[in-house]
């Protein structure tokens, strides 16, 4: 039995791997820049042809509005203030209707999800009714909110409340559900007391559930609160749309819903760079794409 | 059975003494599975493992090895017979032991010295403390670059040094293994067998280490149980009077390490035919 061994020359080898690195680098810029412009150029047709076919009659403006109406509506709220007052204002107070409502949503939801999914019993009990619950029309609860709470803010964080707490409940509920029995009980023989396996074990491992909720649910806070001001409100951007609707100004539709969309990308930045912060343990994700 | 004469004498399982670190003394465990039938996990089962011995648990799958864990620990309880720690009844986990995994259970979003840390913290021990302590089992185990790193970022074997780091800085009188080197390739296996034994001839800490690979028990251990197929109850006792400190990546090459393993695997053959027998029926 002798050893073979490869002949090699290093020298070769090594200015060939740079090369190649140079290459894959290249073709890595390359990529990301022709899906930036891809991205930019579907906008851009998009608009266009939005545009022209308003222009040409394709499309009836009265009912579908066009990017250039959308955007004078948009300016003309910006600098001269809508019907009901500043723009800003309408814009905070749906955002404090919505962030009130997500946060009593949210943390009320994992707070529920953590002590049913650590109690069986309260589990096997409550289960039923959460699950009929959960199967009511939620949006139909906005007009008993109204009635019971009146035009101002409580009834629409109350929607948003209740819009927000199933999903972010059913979530958690699941993580916990989900924690993993080896890590448990190696806590247990660690030393952990039950206080510390649901501090130190059992949150953590169901945080990555509750923050997927988190992201769906921030929307359903919104439309809790576009819809609490739909129904009946004296402030904010669904009295803005529906004030728009009653006079047929389908840009004023368009230009609501524009800025509302805003607002929820905006968030939900917010909520990805929080997500990044908390589990910053986890692999990084297989087809991220730097955006 | 004339050929177990030099090194694996096989013993006679006896009432164990009242001084053992574990003695698990003709225990049956039967539990209701979810449908209502009833099922014997163990049976008739008699252990003892001296202070400060290494003790190897084989038998074919599903015949209850890691269910003599759980007894030990006391997340199971016997339904006859009874189980004593270090002399004591088992009534809850004991502080004295520790337990290594057969699957990852270290804490994905800790990193490795708030990993190994974590035992000294949820005892109680004052940060600082439970950090130096953590720092220096981490060295020990060669991971000293890799304490911010967080599990995701390691290869299984460093994993299963992480873990041994976790299990032995709580300084554990008993240590129960669970097939934790079974997910292992080839190489790494080796060297954390070596590792193991390293640890262990410093911490003194009484075995008991379950696997399906019966080289890997003898290579460790002072002495082998054989079990039959399932319900589980021990078929044979061992010893294995091999020399220590022992080598593993020589071990497997010694002439009187081959004889034991031939002796015990005749024991064992035909458990595991049982076993796969039945397991076909079935269809476990």
Redesign the interface.
């Known amino acids: 039995m002798t050893a073979i061994s490869p002949a090699s020359d290093q020298a070769a080898r090594a200015t060939s791997i740079v090369a190649a690195e140079a290459r894959a680098r290249a073709r890595l810029r390359r990529r990301h820049a022709l899906v930036i412009g891809l991205r930019l150029a579907i906008l851009i047709v998009f608009l266009a042809l939005w545009e022209l076919g308003a222009d040409y009659g394709v499309i009836d403006p009265f009912f579908f509005s066009s990017p250039s109406g959308i955007w004078e509506q948009i300016w003309s709220w910006v600098t001269e203030g809508t019907s009901q007052g500043p723009l800003w204002l309408q814009i905070y107070v749906t955002l404090e209707e919505t962030f009130l409502g997500f946060a009593i949503g949210a943390v009320g939801g994992i707070a529920a999800g953590i002590v049913l999914g650590r109690n069986k019993l309260l589990a096997d009990v409550f289960s039923i009714y959460i699950k009929i619950a959960n199967s009511v029309p939620r949006v139909v609860l906005g007009s008993v909110f109204i009635i019971a709470l009146g035009l101002g803010m409580a009834s629409k964080v109350a929607l948003a409340v209740v819009m927000v707490f199933f999903v972010v409940f059913a979530n958690a509920f699941q993580g916990v559900r989900e924690a993993d029995r080896a890590m448990i009980a190696n806590a247990q023989i660690l030393g952990a007391s039950p206080y510390q396996i649901t501090a130190t074990v059992i949150i953590p491992s169901a945080m990555s559930w509750i923050l997927a909720s988190l992201h769906v649910s921030f929307g359903f806070a919104l439309v809790g609160a576009v819809v609490g001001e739909f129904l009946g409100a004296k402030q904010g951007m669904g009295l803005l749309i529906s004030t728009a609707q009653g006079a047929f100004n389908a840009n004023g539709v368009f230009a609501a819903m524009i800025i509302l969309a805003v607002m929820a990308l905006v968030v939900e930045f917010i909520i990805t760079r929080f997500e990044n912060y908390v589990v910053k343990w986890r692999p990084a994700p297989f087809n991220e794409q730097g955006t | 059975m004339q050929l177990q004469t030099m090194a694996a004498e096989k013993l006679s399982p006896a009432a164990p003494p009242a001084d053992a670190a574990i003695a698990i003394d003709d225990v049956t465990l039967r539990f209701v599975t979810p449908d209502g039938h009833m099922m014997t996990a163990i049976r008739d089962f008699t252990m003892t493992v001296a202070r400060g011995e290494f003790a190897c648990v084989v038998g074919p799958t599903g015949c209850g090895k890691s269910t003599t864990l759980n007894l030990v620990?006391g997340?199971l309880r016997p339904t006859t017979g009874n189980v004593r720690v270090m002399g004591n009844p088992v009534t809850e986990?004991s502080?004295d032991?520790?337990?290594v995994?057969?699957?990852?259970?270290?804490?994905?979003?800790?990193?490795v010295i708030d990993n190994v840390a974590?035992?000294p913290l949820?005892?109680g021990t004052p940060k600082a403390q439970a950090y130096d302590r953590a720092r220096d089992w981490i060295a020990r185990v060669g991971l000293a670059r890799f304490e911010k790193h967080?599990?995701?970022?390691l290869s299984g074997g460093m994993r299963k040094r992480v873990a041994l780091a976790?299990?032995f800085i709580?300084q554990p009188k008993i240590l129960l293994m669970d097939e934790p080197f079974s997910a292992l390739d080839m190489q790494t296996r080796t060297a954390m067998q070596d590792e193991l034994l390293g640890l262990w001839s410093e911490l003194k800490s009484s075995v008991v280490f379950v696997t399906h690979d019966l080289e890997e028990a003898v290579a460790l251990a002072d002495k082998v149980y054989v079990l039959t197929a399932g319900p589980g109850t021990v078929k044979s006792v061992y010893r294995i009077d091999l020399p220590r400190p022992r080598v593993m990546a020589d071990i497997r090459y010694d002439q009187k390490f081959i004889e034991i393993a031939k002796v015990i695997w005749n024991d064992l053959r035909e458990e595991v035919q049982l076993g796969q027998s039945r397991g076909l029926q079935t269809g476990h």
């Open positions: 620990t997340l986990i502080r032991i520790g337990f995994f057969q699957a990852d259970a270290l804490f994905p979003w800790r990193s974590a035992g949820y005892r967080y599990p995701h970022q976790q299990t709580n």
